[in-house]
């Protein structure tokens, strides 16, 4: 059974930095896409970044040069890497994994909250 699990969540003051992790306990086949969408109370769900299995990344406007997304694929996990978190950072962050069939999984999702 595919399972994506996230990680890394928690509470950090305004500046600061957490790394969300995201493991793939299923072996996801053809893998096509990996990404990180987040979700604020009263707003709806927002791409924060993407990851292509070619290396292309995609980036939200309000988290470029703040935020980086990678891989490892060993260990059959994605991270987000959030630095100078601001309070409108403030969300449940979800992972994604998309397939070359057009499948999608999706994390439970993990609360980031900024806030000082």
């Known amino acids: 059974q595919v399972q994506l699990v996230e990680s890394g969540g928690g509470l950090v003051q305004p500046g600061g930095s957490l790394r969300l992790s995201c493991v793939d306990s299923g072996n996801i086949f053809s893998i096509s896409l990996m990404g990180w969408y987040r979700q604020a109370p009263g707003k709806q769900r927002e791409l924060v970044a993407s990851?292509?299995?070619?290396?292309?990344?995609n980036y939200a406007d309000s988290v470029k040069g703040r935020f980086t997304i990678s891989r490892d694929n060993a260990k059959n996990t994605v991270y987000l890497q959030m630095s100078s978190l601001k309070p409108e950072d403030t969300a449940v962050y979800y992972c994604?994994?998309?397939?070359?069939?057009?499948?999608?999984?999706w994390g439970q999702g993990t609360q980031v909250t900024v806030s000082s």
């Open positions: 994604r994994v998309g397939t070359l069939s057009g499948r999608d999984y």
């Open positions: 990851l292509t299995t070619a290396g292309r990344t």
